[in-house]
């Protein structure tokens, strides 16, 4: 099996050489990653300048690795259509260092990064976790969810999404699958405002966190310290 792999943290992200280390068990993997950090850029792709793509030395055996100077949708969209000579039979995206759940899901370049591969009919899944202080519950689980949620259908537009829960170990109460996409509260944004000597006002952000959760939803099950999974429709 050939299996294409991205990310949004960057090349030389902790969480994308955890991934990588589990597909490779799978299949023949590629990966395809921006050369720096490209959190929050959802489906972005470029349009209006070259793409650079480079080599790199992933110091992995058996994976081919290319740094993009591009979003990553792009990174999957030239890996699939110019960089590899088959098309991936999947294509996964993350470790992400951080959630990707409710509505922040529509902000994330890991789900844009595998949204991309589902328009091009592609098996995806995006893998995301609360934390990468906290890698024991990934590391336990993420062999055999990769290879369970390869198998399970999706419907045109679909892709799975996983995510593990910062906790310990001990206090991981296991798999809850099937979870939909949480419309609760999550963040509560704000901008930090600031005038500058030119007259023109700087705009900051700052999140405060505010969790509330409906049972069944990805939110409550990281609440509850469970990994969750569930499908995320093409939101267009």
């Not at 090349?11 to 589990?22: F, K, N, Q, S």
């Not at 929050?40 to 470029?46: E, M, P, V």
């Not at 999404?161 to 310990?168: L, R």
């Amino acid at each position: 099996m050939r299996i294409l792999i991205s990310n949004d943290d960057g090349i030389d992200a902790p969480g994308l050489r955890l991934l990588v280390d589990t597909a490779r068990k799978y299949g023949e993997v590629w990966v395809v990653a921006p050369d720096g950090q490209r959190s929050a850029t959802s489906h972005c792709f470029t349009y209006d300048k070259p793409l650079i793509v480079k080599d790199y030395d992933f110091r992995m055996e058996g994976v081919k690795a290319f740094a993009c100077s591009g979003s990553p949708a792009d990174c999957v969209r030239v890996g699939i259509i110019s960089i590899m000579p088959k098309k991936p039979d999947y294509v996964f995206a993350g470790i992400n260092n951080g959630y990707n759940m409710c509505w922040d899901i529509q902000y994330s370049g890991t789900v844009g990064a595998v949204m991309e591969a589902a328009f091009h009919g592609i098996h995806s899944i995006a893998f995301s976790q609360g934390s990468l202080d906290y890698t024991d519950v990934t590391k336990k689980f993420i062999y055999d969810l990769m290879g369970e949620y390869m198998k399970k259908p999706l419907k045109p537009g679909q892709i799975w999404n996983i995510n593990f829960p910062a906790c310990s170990l001990e206090d991981c109460k296991g798999v809850l699958r099937d979870q939909v996409v949480s419309t609760d509260p999550f963040y509560a944004d704000s901008y930090d405002i600031e005038e500058l000597e030119d007259g023109s006002k700087s705009y900051m952000i700052s999140v405060s966190r505010v969790w509330e959760a409906t049972e069944g939803t990805d939110l409550k099950a990281i609440m509850d310290n469970y990994v969750s999974v569930g499908i995320v429709n093409n939101l267009g």
